[in-house]
């Protein structure tokens, strides 16, 4: 193995953009403006529901420097949604909550921009606001989209009235499930609404040229999904719009689907000009979108020796007002109920229910969290009963390979168990009797385990040798902070042996790029990896034909050198290097060589041997990555609030392209999980949001998050995967609340099913306990 | 239209001419008036810290201090911080220990951790968290960038 090698995949490189970060020099989209540009605000709605009867902008138009007031009468009747084509690009004939964008206005600044989006008047009808899910499913209520039924839908929908969906999955006979059990816990669990709260908010920058043709720039985390969005809502051809990314300032799911990018383009083709909008922070929270809020109902029955047979869950989501991308959670959710384990008859139910909120989206685990959540806890509510070690139970009943996941997904590397061993030693699980506790506090250790697919959707690599033998990558996968820049140059460069400073990766761009669905469903290292791989193959097969009659031998004689060369096997010197080879491609023959891929996961979610299933929503989903967590949790016995004094995550990721990269999501993971399961929570006053800010809004800051946060990386390689690869970005949430949980019942002996577990919620329960 | 005044500051070491507004934040100013844009707005509450930089070597937001306020100090952003291209320790740091995720928060963090290793070049990683506990980051679950304020301090770098 050469230095350029070991250099690629399996190295903890640094960030390919780190220069450009540490010095300042990274542009977001606020950085970037155009000559002549305006900018852009927004008016937003008063109430939560109601039809709008009119506007009255002549005191906003008469700003002076405002250039354009837009409400919803000027926007064409498009709608866009990633599973209900249910979302106009601003509220046009109805208010559906409070604070959705009523109008917006473009000025000659900022301030101006938004002085005059507060002067504009808008003359409501209002209706009743349903801000919960109860609410709206009661007999009588209005309907929050009263053409609900011909909107349409991606995938077989169930659903009517206020329900935006309806999914049920199961397997096995569930009576006889509960009948065969000896023991059985219920319990109904509540998760709050949770902010993403990205550190940078969310902006686009729309500019026309003379033709007509729109180029967006925006925070996003696919420059294609903005493409569709927007296309579909303000009735454009796609072709007619380019999409680009500057850097991307955190995701988390935010950035996935459309936020102001459908209004900007719209300011900007009606006022021929550049316009740029960024949102402030409260805006931001009020409404980008947001983790479902869950209620669960979840039972699980097991023998008495701890052999599990049977669990439900029944689940109620908030989709908030428009459909966004909640179909697929509340269908992920029911697929991730079951748990990482072997339990014969399951059955999962849930609805999905439209509310006079923002809406409820993609978050870093897609409805996995809250489910774990669930599920997590009564393995230790059952391990308890039955006097058994919580890890053993684990053991006991997890997933094995030859298995398939809960409706016949096929699992081809299962990691589980090594990170369950390893997470177990390395936290002195065994020895956690002997912990003690500070004064006045209460210590205990809890455990979770999860798992999470990768996979979904389109995707593709091109790959291109310059000539000067230099490769450019080019994939359209946005790096939302993440680091898949950096791992799919790694595995580009692996794969044509060649160092990694010898690729440059292209920035994402709906004109140049193949389609990339999105840095979403922690896909893009598996995903958007296999197209790299097999298009460097491509490059290598290219170069292979020219290095043959180059060589004057057979291209089964020749192999690919470590840096860029191809050479006949077993003659050492007798090689061309791709700069060569590249020249002759460019000049002489052949033509330039580019190596392409695209592809679309395609083995079935379902068995219909095995289960049943209605309204799901993904047929094909991917493959998957294990978990197994264990904190290390105090509470204080005055005030009741609960801290995590040390973490362990081990983690299958199949192979890890970039181990410092993978650290760095289960770092993150377990940190936003953990704000989720004891200090995050949007509140709402009515109808309003009620804690839009940071300051009353709490995320985890230095001093709430461990220092001690171990990563143990696990490699059971998936046989498909680029190099074994599997995806890390979203696993290593799911658990985190349960393992705190579990953990806060260690050492109170009391149990919340409630998030998040804020100091009033735990002394209040231990103070009934006592 | 608010009549503006020309203010002269001393940013990064060289004197910079602005026309600015009474109600202008040093924040304001920075990114849009003087072309320097590492320092980011994340919540313009001076709760992030994105915005962060040394005002006379003291860490403070500049979306809460008013440009006319800071005529007579001595201001460093984030584009100082390397002069002529030379990484500071703690840049190199960073880099090093993998703290760099999305970048949004990076340039306020790097200047409170330089503040931080200013006043107590040896700090424990307590001390380090304190002196960051007003810049939040949402990727990285801080462990890295505490690192990396730990490996500058050790001279590692």
Known sequence: MSAAIATAVGASLPRLE??????????????????????????????????????????????????????????????????????????KGKVRYFGEPVACVAAIDEETARRAARLVRVDYEELTALLTPEAALEEGAPAIHENLASYFKVWPAVCGGNVASETELSEGDIAQGFAEADVIVEGVFETSAQAHVAIEPCGALAEVDASGRVTLWSANQSVFRVQANVCESLLLPMSKLRSLTPRVGGGFGNKMEAHVQPMVVMLAIKTGRPVKMILNREEDFEIVRARHPFKIRMRTGAKTDGTLVAREAEVLLDCGAYGDDSPGVLGYSLLMSRGPYRIPHVRAY??????????????????????????????????????????????????QPGDRWFCGGELASIGLAECIEKARAASGW?????????????????????????GLLGTGAIVRVLEDGSIVLNTGAVDIGQGSDTVLVQMCAEALKVPVEQVSLASPDT????????????????????????????????????????????????????????????????????????????????????????????????????????????????????????????????????????????????????????????????????????????????????????????????????????????????????????????????????????????????????????PERLLDAMLEAE | MTARLS??????????????????????????????????????????GACTVLIDGRPVRSCLSLTANCVDAEVTTIEGLAPEGRLCAIQKAFVETGAVQCGFCTSGMLLAAHACLQSNAKPTADDVKRALSGNLCRCSGYKKIVDAVLLAAEGGI
């Open chain 1, 430 to 454: 065994d020895q956690r009797a002997s912990l003690t506790a500070s004064p006045g506090k209460r210590r205990g250790m809890g455990v979770a385990i999860g798992a999470h697919i990768s």
């Open chain 1, 511 to 758: 004109d140049g790029s193949p389609y990339n669905w999105g840095t979403t469903a922690s896909r893009v290292t598996y995903t958007t990896g296999r197209a790299v791989v097999a298009a460097a193959l491509e490059v290598e097969k290219q170069l292979k034909i020219h290095a043959s009659e180059m060589l004057e031998c057979d291209v089964g004689d020749l192999e690919l050198r470590p840096g860029g060369k191809i050479g006949v096997v077993g003659v050492p010197g007798k090689e061309v290097p791709f700069l060569h080879i590249s020249l002759r491609a460019h000049w002489r023959s052949g033509g330039p060589i580019v190596g392409h891929n695209t592809w679309v996961f395609n083995k079935p979610t379902l068995d219909p041997k095995r289960a049943a299933a209605r309204g799901l929503p993904f047929p094909q989903i991917g493959v998957y990555s294990f978990v197994c967590t264990i904190a290390d949790v105090e509470v204080d016995e005055a005030s009741g609030k609960a801290d995590v004094r040390e973490a362990w995550s081990a983690v299958d990721v199949g192979r890890a392209i970039n181990p410092g990269s993978v650290e760095g999501q289960m770092e993150g993971a377990f940190v936003q999980g953990m704000g989720f399961a004891l200090t995050e929570a949007m509140v709402w006053d009515g109808p309003r949001l009620a804690n839009p800010t940071l300051m009353d809004y709490k995320v985890p800051t230095t001093l709430d998050a461990p220092h001690g946060i171990h990563t143990i990386i696990v490699e059971a390689a998936e046989p498909e995967g680029p190099f074994g690869a599997k995806g890390v970005g979203e696993v290593g949430i799911n658990p985190v609340a349960a393992a705190i949980a579990n953990g806060v019942t260690a050492a109170t002996g009391v149990r919340l099913r409630a998030l998040p577990m804020t």
């Open chain 1, 350 to 399: 849930g609805r999905l229910v439209y509310t006079n909120k923002l809406r409820f989206g993609a978050f870093r685990g897609f409805g996995n969290p809250q489910v774990s959540f669930a599920g997590e806890s009564q393995i230790d509510e059952i391990a308890a009963m039955l006097g058994l070690d919580p890890l053993d139970m684990r053991v006991k009943n997890m997933t």
């Open chain 1, 18 to 91: 780190s220069l450009e970060k540490i010095t300042g020099r990274a542009q977001y989209i606020a950085d970037l403006n155009r000559p002549g540009q305006l900018h852009a605000a927004i008016t937003q709605a008063t109430v939560a529901h109601a039809r709008i009867k009119g506007y009255d902008t002549r005191e906003a138009k008469a700003v002076p420097g405002v250039v354009a007031v837009l409400t919803g009468d000027d926007f064409p009747d498009g709608r866009m949604g990633a599973f209900i084509k249910d979302e106009p690009p601003i509220a």
């Open chain 2, 7 to 48: 203010v002269t500051l001393k940013i990064n070491g060289a004197e910079r001419t602005a026309a600015v507004r009474p109600f202008d934040t040093l924040l304001t100013t920075l990114r849009e008036d003087l072309a320097l844009q590492g320092s980011k707005r994340g919540c313009n509450q001076g709760v992030c």
